[in-house]
Nanobody, 123 residues
Framework: QVQLVESGGGLVRAGGSLTLSCAAS????????MGWFRQAPGKERELVAQ????????YYRDSVKGRFTISSDNAKNTVYLQMNRLKPEDTALYFC????????????????WGQGTQVTVSS
């Protein structure tokens, strides 16, 4: 019902930049957020950044604040993650996801995922 296609991953040197893109298609939701997650070997999947579709409210985990920027182009159903000053610890498989609003006060439930795009930062 919902398809997500990510692009933009690759190999970059520490201090460099990458921009990830995620194009969504299929069904729509009345209220939802889109987010970028990442998972490194031996670590749990973690939310990197989130943006709500209706009002562009943004969230970033502390480790990427000031370095990463999430944005959306609603007309294109696309979300971006601009990553600057990359560090080796940013190396991970990055996933795009859509989270419909679970309910009042319940946040967003990320049930729809892309295939992932690998980001590798060399030292």
């Amino acid at each position: 019902q919902v398809q997500l296609v990510e692009s933009g991953g690759g190999l970059v040197r520490a201090g460099g930049s990458l921009t990830l893109s995620c194009a969504a298609s299929g069904r729509t939701f009345s209220s939802f957020a889109m987010g970028w997650f990442r998972q490194a070997p031996g670590k749990e999947r973690e939310l990197v950044a989130q943006i709500t579709w209706s009002d562009s409210m943004q969230y970033y985990r502390d480790s990427v604040k000031g370095r990463f920027t999430i944005s959306s182009d609603n007309a294109k159903n696309t979300v971006y993650l601009q990553m600057n000053r990359l560090k080796p610890e940013d190396t991970a498989l990055y996933f795009c996801a859509i989270g419909p609003l679970a309910g009042p006060g319940r946040g967003y439930k990320y049930d729809y995922w892309g295939q992932g795009t690998q980001v590798t930062v060399s030292s």
